[in-house]
């Protein structure tokens, strides 16, 4: 209901914030760094992934937030270790049943949230997963690559069912919820930028048909990597935030919703 916000850091915490006054609700401390973190379908139970460093392995911590001593203590309800590849993205599952992670290595992996086990696993990427993002009604999901690729799996089965293909890393990838397209982003590692010329940078995000896999547009405006994108819950615009320090909102044309409707 969008009442508290999640936050997890390399300061080594995860921290709970309510939404209207900014206020601190509670805090979670770790021993490494947090990666990623998220609610479950009815706000009540929050998980979060630790990397793996500091002679620390990578952990999935779950903590139910109905029970205070969870939290006081610092002691999760179950931690799930993953020694092999940490985790680098996730996401809840359809109905907080499972979480979907995606690994340093290419990986996907189904954890049920209620006994930690490895429900299935597959790997389709060839790098690093660097971004998971839900359809709305949590069918499907979309995840972004180093490897130059979005893919998009079914939730429940994880059965590859699309591909757009870049010429560069994909960092962030979002699902339109009222049409057929999914918005990419991305562009160089950042340490890469200063060596070649902007033209060759491709900061564009850039617009696919979800069942065609065609591109159809892109939006120019960064001047660095994008690392996120975001569609309004109204499908009527979208966000992009980048390296270059900005995040920039652009509204869609009358004309691209007379377009598809027709179409």
């Keep these: 209901d969008t009442r508290h916000v999640l936050t997890g850091s390399a300061d080594n915490s995860?921290?709970?914030?309510?939404c209207e006054t900014g206020k601190q609700l509670a805090l979670v401390k770790t021993s490494s760094a947090v990666r990623t973190c998220g609610f479950d379908?009815?706000?009540?139970?929050?998980?979060?992934?630790t990397d793996k460093q500091m002679?620390?392995?990578?952990?999935?911590?779950?903590?139910?937030?109905?029970d205070p001593s969870q939290i006081e203590n610092n002691e999760p309800y179950m931690k799930i270790p993953c020694s092999d590849s940490k985790i680098t993205s996730a996401v809840?599952?359809?109905?907080?049943?499972?979480?979907?992670?995606?690994?340093?290595?290419?990986?996907?992996?189904?954890?049920?949230?209620?006994?930690?086990?490895?429900?299935?696993?597959?790997?389709?990427?060839?790098?690093q997963i660097n971004d998971i993002q839900t359809s709305r009604d949590m069918t499907m999901f979309i995840t972004a690559s180093k490897d130059n690729t979005a893919k998009l799996f079914d939730c429940t089965s994880l059965?590859?069912?699309?591909?757009?293909?870049?010429?560069?890393?994909?960092?962030s990838a979002a699902l339109s919820p009222i049409f057929d397209h999914v918005v990419l982003g991305g562009g160089q590692e950042a340490m890469d930028v200063t060596t070649t010329s902007t033209r060759i940078g491709k900061f564009e995000a850039r617009f696919f048909h979800l069942a065609f896999e065609e591109e159809f547009g892109r939006v120019k405006g960064h001047?660095?990597?994008?690392?996120?994108?975001?569609?309004?819950?109204?499908?009527?615009?979208?966000?992009?935030?980048g390296e270059d320090g900005y995040v920039r909102i652009h509204y869609f044309d009358p004309q691209y919703f007379e377009f598809e409707f027709e179409a």
Aim: glycine share 12%; proline share 4%.
């Design 14 to 18: 995860c921290r709970l914030w309510d």
């Design 41 to 49: 379908f009815g706000g009540n139970i929050i998980m979060f992934s």
């Design 55 to 66: 002679g620390y392995q990578c952990f999935v911590s779950f903590f139910d937030l109905r």
């Design 92 to 127: 809840w599952g359809p109905l907080g049943e499972f979480i979907i992670a995606g690994h340093e290595n290419g990986e996907l992996n189904q954890f049920s949230a209620k006994s930690g086990e490895q429900l299935s696993n597959i790997k389709e990427h060839t790098k």
């Design 159 to 171: 059965e590859h069912l699309k591909t757009f293909r870049t010429e560069r890393p994909v960092n």
């Design 223 to 241: 001047f660095g990597p994008i690392n996120s994108v975001a569609f309004h819950p109204d499908g009527k615009s979208y966000s992009s935030g």
